[in-house]
């Protein structure tokens, strides 16, 4: 069921619920005649303690349905337990308030049981005082208006917030992707590549890895054919590259004629392999943009193995090893070793992954 609170601050909830619970005391407390007996005494001692619940409880249980239940169904109790038998109008009103406090409960489903619970009680009240052939019987009615009405408020804000919601998410997935081709761009790679990361410093029998394509040729037919043109041949090698992947996969623009792709789920280095084969076997097919042209390129890859702390140095070890393979002839793959980074690098990694390791075994 969707949570209807989102755009309501749980500071500002906890607000709501002491001014409404304050209100509750003061009905509640202003019809106690003293001396009170020992029942009510505790009953009363009920409320104050739900009332402090109210006050200091943690704000990640707030608006949660168990609280907000607990706090409407036990002042409901505590009242129907010592004015059971009384009919007047200010216990009509106290029903009211707890009809609102129920308002704050996070779906439709649970402020619908919430609310009934409560307008059951206060008609079992009626009941019992044989008033439900009388004008006090016009309260129950009343009191189901109040809740449709709340249920109408809820889902008119329910659908807002959920159009809000798809707003962002659609600006949101315009900023991550690239408007070329489609793809992500940069930032929303790094993003789930660093998730991948995180999740392998949980589970160690993870292994992933990202390949780093660059586009060998595409310069000459830039210049010559024009951004068009180019363009033309950008959007031809994402579609080329999407179909190369296997499901779950991510395929990236990175910048310019730069590609990434990461792949989930890697057994060994031959899962990565297979995957740059098929790339560089589907790249020698010419690309129509107003004249035939080819494209090839130099792929680097670096497995999960690397030693690494943060996404960015796998991208380098992967971008390092593409250069090799441009320096080996082009039009090839070669997995990175680690041998072609700086001995200062690789000590500052040792570091950063110790601290890092002695961070989660603290936690």
Not at 16 to 35: A, E, K
Not at 40 to 62: C, E, G
Not at 206 to 229: E, R, S
Not at 316 to 331: E, I, L, P, T, V
Request: glycine share 6%.
């Amino acid at each position: 069921m969707t949570n209807f609170l989102p755009l309501i601050r749980p500071t500002r909830v906890r607000l709501y619920l002491v001014l409404l619970q304050s209100m509750f005391l003061v009905l509640y407390g202003s019809h106690l005649i003293t001396p009170l007996s020992r029942i009510q005494a505790l009953l009363t001692l009920s409320l104050a303690t739900l009332t402090l619940l109210v006050s200091t409880i943690p704000r990640l249980y707030v608006e949660t349905a168990w609280f907000i239940g607990l706090v409407t169904l036990g002042n409901g109790s505590v009242l129907f337990l010592t004015f059971g038998s009384s009919t007047d109008l200010w216990l009509f009103g106290a029903v009211v308030l707890l009809v609102a406090m129920a308002s704050y409960v996070p779906s439709i489903l649970d402020f619908t049981v919430l609310s009934s619970l409560i307008i059951g009680e206060y008609g079992l009240v009626l009941y019992n005082a044989r008033l439900l052939e009388t004008d006090e019987v016009l309260a129950l009615p009343l009191l189901l208006c109040l809740a449709l009405v709340f249920v109408s408020k809820i889902t008119t804000a329910q659908a807002e917030i959920q159009r809000i919601a798809k707003m962002e998410e659609q600006q949101h997935n315009r900023t991550q992707c690239d408007v070329l081709t489609g793809l992500p761009n940069r930032a929303q790679f790094l993003d789930q590549m660093a998730r991948l990361v995180q999740y392998r410093h949980i589970n160690r029998n993870f292994h992933f890895a990202v390949c780093f394509i660059d586009l060998d040729g595409f310069k000459p037919v830039n210049d010559k054919l024009g951004h068009k043109a180019g363009d033309a041949v950008l959007r031809h090698t994402a579609k080329l590259l999407q179909g190369c992947v296997r499901k779950g996969d991510v395929v990236a623009r990175y910048g310019g004629d730069e590609f990434t792709v990461l792949l989930n789920h890697v057994k060994d280095s031959s899962d990565a392999i297979r995957v740059a084969q098929t790339i560089l076997a589907k790249m020698q097919t010419p690309i129509d943009v107003g004249a035939l042209v080819r494209v090839g390129a130099s792929i680097g890859i670096a497995l999960s193995t690397n030693l690494h702390e943060v996404a960015e140095d796998l991208i380098r070890d992967a971008d390092s090893a593409m250069y090799r393979a441009k320096a080996q002839g082009k039009n090839c793959y070669v997995i990175s070793d680690q041998t072609d980074i700086p001995k200062a690098e690789l000590k500052a990694r040792w570091q950063r992954i110790a601290r890092l390791n002695w961070l989660l075994r603290e936690r």
